[in-house]
């Protein structure tokens, strides 16, 4: 068998990270979460184990003391008794944008609150007005220093809305920013279509007008390029019944769909995200119990956001409620220039924990393997054999040190298919 080095430093794997191919087998893993209950518990984790990766792909998993010798020309990778993890899934970012919004940030922390200054022509509306007039050079610019720091603290996959255009050409912008970041950097990137995120301001009250837009000109420039097709469904942008029209026309395209809902008030968004069996329904932060038994009857994954709560100084998604009434549920950062500016899930996994009434195994599991399900991607957020050779190498012993430790930069390295990164 090949002999094995020593993880290297972060620091060093990023100048060295071309030196590596796309298969490796890691050994001296202290602790491995397979996310598999066959092993034991939640997260059947492994003790004193052992991945073969090769040509991208999970090979084999077990104890490091039985590698399989087909494995000998495969290069060896100490992981020195850390913990190891599934690639984290981050299943709800708005990742690509222009512009940032620190005054609205300092604005809210002094009393202004999200509707105060949207119907200011603040928030997304500001947003808007910055994507809208950057360069698609510019706007890849500022989005992906963004998006490699996701990576290099453990996100292998991330959803990125658009939603920042509102209009035809800004919409298909976004969208090719976030097709060429998928391209040059080492992260499945999947793209979801928000021309519904709010009226714009140059539509007024012309609501119908704005909605012929999304559902007609707008759906045809990007519905070949993206996977869902997801809408805010709240008080501050659209009602269950303009919900429901946009939904049918991404059914009507054959795109899956996605809902913001209930994140401002209890608008009725969860019962309908059930009613239509949708992918996932965002946010929750008002749904009810009663909500979160339908979404569970009908398979629809809860994706909760506890770096929004935070940011804005509310009260936090219900975790605990929504994982005791059976619903799948995932977190993710909801990164974006306004309500969540969060960009690493270790912390999102950290504010879970402290913050929702999910336990340490229960963040880890919904920041893995709930986000791979919320998005349809059952060949990730587990370590299994035919599983897409995602890791994270924790520099600690155990997972638990991402909830113990929120402010500790605990990812050593960052495995994508097989390439430490």
């Not at 003790?47 to 084999?60: F, L, M, T």
């Not at 007039?133 to 991330?158: F, K, N, W, Y």
């Not at 009613?275 to 979404?295: C, I, N, W």
């Not at 929504?322 to 504010?351: H, K, Q, R």
Request: aromatic share 4%; charged share 20%; proline share 4%.
């Amino acid at each position: 068998m090949s002999s094995s080095r020593c993880l290297l430093p972060q620091s060093m794997n990023l100048q060295m990270a071309e030196r590596h191919t796309a298969s490796l087998v890691l050994t001296g893993i202290g602790s491995l979460v397979t996310n598999n209950p066959s092993h034991g518990g939640l997260l059947g984790i492994i003790d004193d184990a052992a991945v073969a990766i090769v040509d991208g792909e999970i090979a084999w998993v077990g104890t490091a003391d039985a590698i399989p010798a087909e494995f000998r020309d495969v290069e060896l990778v100490d992981a020195e008794d850390r913990a190891v993890l599934p690639g984290f899934v981050d299943a709800h970012t708005h990742a690509v944008f222009a512009g940032d919004r620190a005054d609205e940030f300092s604005r809210r922390v002094a009393g202004a609150t999200y509707e105060d200054i949207l119907n200011a022509g603040g928030g997304i509306h500001s947003t808007v007005a910055a994507t809208r007039s950057a360069t698609l050079d510019e706007l890849v610019a500022a989005s992906m220093p963004r998006i490699e720091r996701m990576l290099h603290h453990g996100t292998t996959t991330a959803e990125v809305k658009t939603g920042y255009g509102l209009d035809v050409e800004t919409e298909r912008k976004i969208l090719d920013a976030i097709l060429a970041i998928d391209r040059d950097l080492p992260i499945d990137i999947i793209p979801t279509y928000l021309g519904a995120h709010v009226v714009p301001g140059e539509f007024g009250d012309r609501r119908e007008a704005y909605l012929d837009l999304v559902t007609g000109d707008m759906l045809d420039a990007v519905a070949s390029d993206v996977r869902f097709v997801d809408v805010f469904c709240d008080k501050a942008a659209f009602s269950v019944a303009e919900t429901q029209r946009v939904a049918a026309a991404a059914t009507a395209v054959g795109l899956p769909i996605r809902l913001h809902v209930d994140q401002l008030s209890a608008s009725g968004g969860a019962a309908l995200a059930a009613e239509l069996a949708v992918m996932s329904a965002d946010h929750l932060d008002h749904a009810t119990d009663e909500d979160f038994r339908q979404l569970a009857e009908a398979g629809v994954v809860a994706v909760l956001l506890p770096g929004v709560s935070w940011s804005m100084r509310l009260p936090p998604p219900p975790g605990r409620r929504a994982w005791d009434c059976g619903v799948t549920v995932a977190i993710a950062s909801d990164c974006n220039p306004g309500t969540s500016y969060v960009e690493t899930m270790p912390f999102v996994i950290a504010l879970a924990v402290a913050t929702t009434g999910l336990t340490v195994d229960e963040a880890v599991w919904a920041a893995t393997r709930g986000g791979a399900l919320s998005l349809g991607l059952s060949d990730r957020g587990a370590i299994a054999v035919g599983g897409i050779g995602d890791l994270v190498i924790v520099d600690a012993d155990t997972h638990a040190h991402l909830a113990y430790r929120p402010d500790g930069g605990l990812v050593a390295a960052t495995v994508k298919r097989g390439v430490i990164v």
